[in-house]
Structure formats: C-alpha cells, structure tokens
C-alpha cells in the first residue's frame, strides 16, 4: 500500500541509553570523561569572569554606549583630574569651583571610560549623567534636555491631543447641526467612567431630549 506524502506513517526514533558509568556534574571525573580541562581554583579568592556561565552578555553594548558618551562628555567641555591624594573627578567651565565624581567603567578588554556624574536637580543645562534603573539593571544615561515630541510619551501625548482636537470639532459639527435636525443627538459629557455624573443619570438627560409622547412612555420604566 503507497501513501501520499501528507499520508505518510511517521516513525519515531527510539532514544539512545547511555549504558556508560554516571559521574555527578561538576565533578572531577565528570570534567574528565567530558574532556574538559580542570582548573585549580583552591587558591583563588575571585574567580575569573570567563569562568562564570552566562546566557547572555551587556558589555559588548554597554562599552559601545559609554565609549560615545564619554565622547560626548569630552566634546561639550568636561575635564577629567587625576589627583595624587584621593579620586579622580570632573570640571566643567559652566559650573565653576564645582567638583563631581567620576564614574570608572573597566571593560574586559582593559579599557576604562570615565563619565561625570551629576544630580538632575543641579544640572540645569543638562551637560552632566546620572544613574537610572532600567529594569533592575544600573545604567549611566545623560542629563541632556529632550524635547517633548521626540520621545515615545511626547508623541503619545501630541496624537491624543490631535484626537481630542477631532473630536470636539466633530461634536460642534453635530451641535450645530441639532438645532435643525431633532434627530441628532449631542453626547454633552463624557463617558460615564470618566465624569462625575453616573450612568442613569445620563441615560435620563438622554431620554429627555426626545420629548417622548406620554401614550408611549412607560410609568414603571427605570432609568
């Protein structure tokens, strides 16, 4: 009997036992029988970060983001002093006799970024950094002023207003257009999760403005 390729009997494949001996992971004889080599940490007090499992990595990117901000940093007049007798700090000319610390950030390579580090509610003219929680991650992002349309909340905000703008023009379109037309109805507040104003006593305001004849309004109806 021949089947299609859609009608095809699949088989599956038994998996292999392994029948070798069973080591624990991590062990010495584990690291043996997987030919993996076996490095003496008995006299190590840190160990080395190409020894730590990692899924992932951040330095890659972080080197690339702070290797232009220090760029930056450098361009808008920050300068970094190394004192003999305590921590390295920076000056900028904007901010005379005003001394701040100095972020070190080492990569694995040897290579070392230094970045000024300067409270938001001191740097008026946003030239410095500061540290942010991202996430629960650490970062050093720059002071710099945005301006409000470029960022991901200022462009919400400019198409919620272009919307409202719409929809008041169009409620004035219909308001207009009630006062020769009976059967328009102008919605006068806002939803009811968002006014004051509960749903009955909406729905009766509504009501209302139709002038139902008496012979077809209800005495017991609730609204």
Not at 149 to 161: A, H, I, W
Request: include cysteine.
């Amino acid at each position: 009997m021949t089947y299609s390729k859609r009608q095809q009997k699949r088989t599956t494949q038994p998996t292999p036992t392994f029948r070798g001996p069973r080591y624990q992971v991590g062990s010495l004889e584990h690291a043996q029988s997987k030919k993996m080599p076996v490095i003496n940490l008995s006299h190590s007090t840190i160990l080395p970060r190409s020894l730590i499992p990692t899924a992932f990595s951040k330095d890659n990117f972080l080197n690339a983001k702070y290797s232009k901000l220090q760029q930056n940093m450098m361009d808008i007049g920050w300068r970094l002093n190394r004192p003999d007798d305590r921590k390295e700090y920076f000056t900028h000319p904007t901010y005379a006799e005003q001394e701040y610390p100095a972020y070190r950030h080492s990569t694995a390579s040897g290579e070392v970024f230094y970045l000024p580090i300067v409270d938001k509610g001191e740097d008026l003219k946003g030239l410095g950094c500061s540290f942010v929680m991202n996430f629960g991650f650490r970062t050093v992002e720059t002071n710099e002023w945005k301006f409000l349309r470029n960022t991901r909340e200022g462009k919400r905000k400019v198409n919620y207003e272009d919307y409202y703008a719409a929809r008041q023009d169009k409620r004035e379109m219909c308001r207009m257009m009630s006062k020769t037309d009976k059967s328009v109805v102008v919605w006068e507040v806002d939803t009811p999760r968002c006014g004051t104003q509960s749903a009955n006593d909406i729905n009766v305001k509504i009501h209302s403005m139709f002038d139902e004849p008496d012979e077809y309004r209800d005495d017991n109806e609730q609204y």
